[in-house]
T-cell receptor
Framework: DTAVSQTPKYLVTQMGNDKSIKCEQN?????MYWYKQDSKKFLKIMFS???????INETVPNRFSPKSPDKAHLNLHINSLELGDSAVYFC????????????????FGPGTRLTVT | QKEVEQNSGPLSVPEGAIASLNCTYS??????FFWYRQYSGKSPELIMF????GDKEDGRFTAQLNKASQYVSLLIRDSQPSDSATYLC????????????FGTGTSLTVIP
């Protein structure tokens, strides 16, 4: 009964390939996120979705495309992978947009370690 | 510039001591401040949030906020080996739609 799950846990691929990471939450939350954590542990927001609509799209290369088929799922597709894309990608969810709901808790998935060779 | 700075560490304290973790931020409009704990190889988990100047206590954890100095800290009293982790400070930046921006984290080791 994992709250936020991601697949795969590990992903090793070559430069130039296209890959996807899937995320699902069973918490009934309306908002989901993708974060990237680099080798220095720096955690950076990439995308936020609220009720399947994109709310925030940080300055992320357009090779990264999120897709939310429903409120419980947020997938991340990456085209033309580059060495610099190697990182751990975390999916997270929250009840609502925290600045409207006043609820701050974000629940993180276990992460997907992407290695591009 | 969205900057959240944390002392780089690693920080080592003996068991039972007080661990003090510090964070500064650059946006005077920031209103909400968060501390996450991340064990090695695991995902971050929220341990404290604070949005008013002063202290907020939760068990062995105390968050301290000084908006005038743009400074937030986390104190861990009676440190335990199980507190050994990386602690991430996160701050909202209203100008960018209230997203959280994280610091690079401070690695804490509690020595038995």
């Amino acid at each position: 009964d994992t709250a936020v799950s991601q697949t795969p846990k590990y992903l090793v691929t070559q430069m130039g390939n296209d890959k996807s990471i899937k995320c699902e939450q069973n918490l009934g939350h309306d908002t989901m996120y993708w974060y990237k954590q680099d080798s220095k542990k720096f955690l950076k927001i990439m995308f936020s979705y609220n009720n399947k609509e994109l709310i925030i799209n940080e300055t992320v290369p357009n090779r990264f495309s999120p897709k939310s088929p429903d409120k419980a799922h947020l997938n991340l597709h990456i085209n033309s992978l580059e060495l610099g894309d190697s990182a751990v990608y975390f999916c997270a969810s929250s009840q609502d947009l925290w600045w409207t709901s006043g609820r701050y808790e974000q629940y993180f998935g276990p992460g997907t370690r992407l290695t591009v060779t | 510039q969205k900057e959240v700075e944390q002392n780089s560490g690693p920080l080592s304290v003996p068991e039972g001591a007080i661990a003090s973790l510090n964070c500064t931020y650059s946006d005077r409009g920031s209103q909400s401040f968060f501390w996450y704990r991340q064990y090695s190889g695991k995902s971050p988990e929220l341990i404290m949030f604070i949005y008013s100047n002063g202290d907020k206590e939760d068990g062995r954890f105390t968050a301290q906020l000084n908006k005038a100095s743009q400074y937030v800290s986390l104190l861990i009293r009676d440190s335990q080996p199980s507190d050994s982790a990386t602690y991430l400070c996160a701050v909202n930046y209203p100008i960018t739609g209230n997203q959280f921006y994280f610091g690079t984290g401070t690695s804490l080791t509690v020595i038995p």
